[in-house]
């Protein structure tokens, strides 16, 4: 997942919820996405308690970061937080410097606000190299698969609510980077069962057997048949 370059500076987290399925689309309310006749909007909602406030407190309440954000992201948050500075949360994104990937040259206005464009792998990596505080992903979903297939994420944290969406929007779709193992650093289940686990990369993927003692003729066969029908 990272390259751990000794020429990175800025370590970079993502954060992101996710259905049991996958679905990452809209989880804050109906009018955040409804791209695709997404129906679903807001799914998260129920499942907050108390208990996830101490989470998102925790993982908000770092050491100072920076956030990095795609254009959609960006504009819903500039729309919200600087009218909400009365939330810890909301003076804390108006005071740190906010990341912007975008093809657009229209004007940021959000105070604190830097335009990041070209290739979306290439300026985070100029970006993670340079001075400044750590960088922490929030929503801007599009952002995952160009970062993970260039090992430019150095921490995950997921998570995942116990429900099935179907159709929506993804992160993982096989782009990512191939054969990347994850070691879980950190992991919390609420008592409605949203799962939040940390992960950080371990290296690749490593395999092994299930077998307790050697194949049958039958299973050498078949192993035999499959091969010829991939040709």
């Known amino acids: 997942m990272a390259n751990n370059e000794k020429a990175s500076r800025r370590r970079l987290t993502g954060a992101f919820f996710q259905s049991l399925d996958g679905v990452v689309q809209a989880p804050g309310g109906p009018e955040e996405d409804r791209t695709g006749d997404f129906r679903f909007g807001g799914w998260t ?3 907050w308690d108390e208990s996830l406030n101490g989470v998102a407190g925790k993982i908000f309440d770092e050491p100072e970061y920076d956030l990095l954000l795609g254009k959609r992201t ?7 937080w600087p009218y909400n500075q009365d939330d810890p949360i909301g003076a804390k994104f108006q005071r740190i410097d906010k990341y912007v990937l975008t093809h657009s040259d229209e ?6 606000s830097d335009r990041l ?3 979306t792998a290439q300026a985070v990596a100029e970006l993670k190299r340079s001075e400044g505080r750590d960088l ?4 801007s979903t599009t952002l995952y698969l160009p970062l993970l297939a260039a090992g430019l994420i150095d921490r995950l944290i997921v998570w995942t609510f116990p429900v099935l969406l179907g159709k929506g929007k993804r992160i993982f779709d096989g782009s ?3 054969g990347s193992a994850l ?5 919390f289940l609420s008592a409605k069962g949203v799962m939040i686990a940390t992960y950080e990369p371990a290296g690749e993927v490593p395999t092994g057997t299930m077998e307790t003692k050697e194949p049958s003729a039958a299973e050498l066969q078949r192993r035999q048949e499959w ?5």
Do not use: T
């Open 176 to 178: 990512e980077l191939p």
């Open 227 to 231: 091969a010829r029908q991939r040709g």
């Open 117 to 119: 464009q070209g290739d």
């Open 107 to 112: 004007k940021l206005a959000w105070e604190n």
């Open 183 to 187: 070691e879980m650093k950190d992991h």
């Open 45 to 47: 909602a129920p499942f």
């Open 136 to 139: 922490l992903i929030q929503g």
């Open 74 to 80: 960006y504009e819903i948050f500039s729309a919200f």
